[in-house]
């Protein structure tokens, strides 16, 4: 024989009631308990020049509204609650409505969305002209060399946003390369070996001081035979 249950909230018969100390059905329980916790307003940092955001001290690569609310509001979610997500704009700003279920339980929550841009460091240190290892590129007839390790560079960026080219002088000598990882540098400078066999020479220059330590970047002289 089946028993049924009276909610003592609204007064139903239900088959099951939900909670602890004072069960209530499947339609009073979320308005008396939230089944997710959802902020009044849920900030999204996004950074201008790559389009990455910020999640839990990571710069994550999630580059579409629908993913980044995604990742956001994974933040928020909660074991055994399912939870859709849907979202629209109201003149300049934008709203979210956050449906959940569990079990026979269903809610939503609504809640507005800001945008805030804030470049990453890694795109801070590309556009600030930042630079661990200058490749001095001499020689004659250096723009195969040249375009290779352009091409090369553009390859190891797609790969990752700390590698990247700052910034390439065209000189009266050749050709200087400015890199921003000794990783991407050491790549690079293998396959102008494989590829040229050139004389390699390494330097250092000092450019200041961290915590009382003397801080030196690599120098890099690449000579074409």
């Known amino acids: 024989m089946n028993l049924t ?11 099951e009631l939900y909670g602890d100390k004072k069960k209530l059905c499947a339609r009073c329980y979320p308005e008396k308990h939230a089944l997710l ?3 009044d307003k849920v900030e999204i940092v996004v950074c201008p020049v790559c389009g990455r955001m910020r999640k839990s001290g990571e710069w994550i690569e999630e580059y579409t509204v629908q993913d980044q609310l995604g990742a956001r509001f994974e933040e928020f979610s909660e074991p055994d609650v399912e939870m859709e997500i849907q979202f629209w704009e109201e003149d300049d700003d934008m709203f979210a409505r956050v ?7 269903n ?6 969305v ?3 841009n804030n470049q990453c460091p890694d795109c801070s240190k590309f556009t600030g002209g930042f630079y661990k290892v200058k490749i001095q590129l001499r020689g004659d007839e250096l723009e195969h060399v040249r375009d290779t390790i352009v091409d090369r560079a553009a390859e190891m960026t797609n790969e990752s946003r700390k590698d990247f080219l700052s910034n390439m002088e065209d000189t009266d000598h050749g050709y200087n390369f400015y890199i921003s990882t000794e990783r991407m540098a050491k790549k690079i400078l293998s396959i102008l070996r494989d590829r040229y066999d050139p004389e390699i020479k390494r330097s250092y220059e000092l450019i200041g001081e961290e915590d009382g330590q003397e801080v030196y970047r690599n120098v890099v002289s690449v000579r074409m035979n």
């Open 5 to 15: 249950k009276f909610c003592p909230r609204c007064g139903r018969e239900v088959e």
């Open 37 to 39: 916790d959802i902020p």
């Open 99 to 105: 449906h959940a279920s569990k079990d026979e339980m």
């Open 107 to 112: 809610a939503y929550y609504d809640t507005e």
């Open 114 to 116: 800001r945008f805030e």
